[in-house]
């Protein structure tokens, strides 16, 4: 998640999308902070609703 993450600040960098970049870097920020201190991995729960798997989605909340 993290490569990710740096790849897609550093696209926008390059190209000169300064905003787009610390846009990305927010969302990053919100995800980080929320495994820190909320214990809720936001690409994990993300995934399982997208699978369809919605109720251990929910079961794997904090």
Do not use: D, N, W
């Amino acid at each position: 998640m993290a490569g990710t993450f740096a790849l897609r600040i550093a696209l926008p960098i390059h190209a000169g999308l300064y905003v787009a970049a610390y846009v990305v870097e927010a969302f990053f920020l919100v995800a980080v902070l929320a495994l820190t201190f909320g214990g809720l991995c936001p690409s994990s729960f993300t995934y399982h609703l997208l699978r369809g798997h919605s109720k251990f989605a929910r079961q794997a909340l904090p």
